[in-house]
Nanobody, 115 residues
Framework: QVQLVESGGGLVQAGGSLRLSCAASGTIFGINAMGWYRQGPGKPRELVASSTSGGSTNYADSVKGRFTISRDNAKNTVYLQMNSLTPEDTAVYYC?????????WGQGTQVTVSS
């Protein structure tokens, strides 16, 4: 089992920045990708950014150039640096880990961007 705990959400004004953190624990050996998803009000959950164990990253078009995903393997933690936030980024952000074709999820952290 893999446990994921997110932190760093909150309320920020448009144009501001936030950094989300996700700490993984449990049987973390074999995790091949970690990433962030989000679900806005009335919207389906969508991929924001992902990072593989090999170092490849992938971003949603809507966040390219504004968000950066990074991993600290020594701390088993993945980060999402979010800059130039807009009200459209308001959502619950979920950390995701993929291991042996199974998805693990954190509990989610709320990000609210005011205009």
């Amino acid at each position: 089992q893999v446990q994921l705990v997110e932190s760093g959400g909150g309320l920020v004004q448009a144009g501001g920045s936030l950094r989300l953190s996700c700490a993984a624990s449990g049987t973390i050996f074999g995790i091949n990708a970690m990433g962030w998803y989000r679900q806005g009000p009335g919207k389906p959950r969508e991929l924001v950014a992902s990072s593989t164990s090999g170092g490849s990253t992938n971003y949603a078009d809507s966040v390219k150039g504004r968000f950066t995903i990074s991993r600290d393997n020594a701390k088993n933690t993945v980060y999402l640096q979010m800059n130039s936030l807009t009200p459209e980024d308001t959502a619950v952000y979920y950390c995701n880990a993929q291991k042996l074709f199974r998805d693990y999820w954190g509990q989610g952290t709320q990000v609210t961007v005011s205009s």
